[in-house]
């Protein structure tokens, strides 16, 4: 029987990418072992669902070329839920109304705008926590 996995994104890739990375691996395994997996984005961790951060993390030759863009696939394809922090994005300029232009292609289907209440009730239905 899986588990449910609460993942939780919240350092500033520009600081320390490798443990964003590292929290991506974690859900894409999570997900490929069969496990439920639940996701929040919060602070400067929103800046990788950024569309234009991505890609240059993707070809700045930091990771393999390919590898981050293929995990988020796996999260966006395969997580149970993925939630965002409202007030992080909108502290990185990102906001409901001018999202469509930075955040990954397709975002409003399969991702929740949300604050505190989203991180408590996810990790309150989680078996296990992860936060990176």
Same mark, same amino acid.
């Given at each position: 029987?899986? @588990?449910?996995?609460? &993942? @939780? *994104?919240?350092?500033?890739? /520009? ?5 964003? #990375? #590292? ?7 999570? $997900?490929?072992?069969?496990?439920? %997996? +639940? ?6 961790? #929103? @800046? &990788? !669902?950024?569309? /234009?951060?991505?890609? =240059? $993390?993707? +070809? ?7 590898? #981050? $863009?293929?995990?988020?696939?796996? *999260? *966006?394809?395969?997580?149970? %839920? $993925?939630?965002?922090?409202?007030? =992080? ?5 990102? +906001? @409901? ?5 930075? !955040? !990954? ?8 705008? =949300?604050?505190? =209440?989203?991180? &408590?009730?996810? +990790? ?6 992860? %936060?990176?």
């Amino acid at each position: 029987m899986g @588990k449910k996995f609460f &993942i @939780k *994104i919240v350092s500033d890739p /520009e600081i320390d990418l490798r443990k964003c #990375v #590292v929290g991506l691996a974690c859900a894409s395994q999570a $997900i490929m072992d069969g496990h439920e %997996v +639940s996701m929040f984005f919060a602070s400067n961790g #929103v @800046k &990788i !669902l950024n569309s /234009e951060y991505l890609d =240059s $993390i993707n +070809s700045g030759g930091i990771v393999p070329e390919g590898m #981050v $863009i293929g995990m988020m696939k796996s *999260i *966006i394809d395969g997580a149970n %839920v $993925i939630y965002c922090s409202t007030g =992080s994005q909108a502290a990185n300029g990102v +906001s @409901k109304e001018n999202a469509g232009d930075m !955040l !990954l292609d397709g975002y409003a289907d399969w991702m929740t705008w =949300s604050g505190p =209440s989203g991180v &408590i009730e996810l +990790s309150a239905a989680s078996d296990v926590q992860l %936060v990176y």
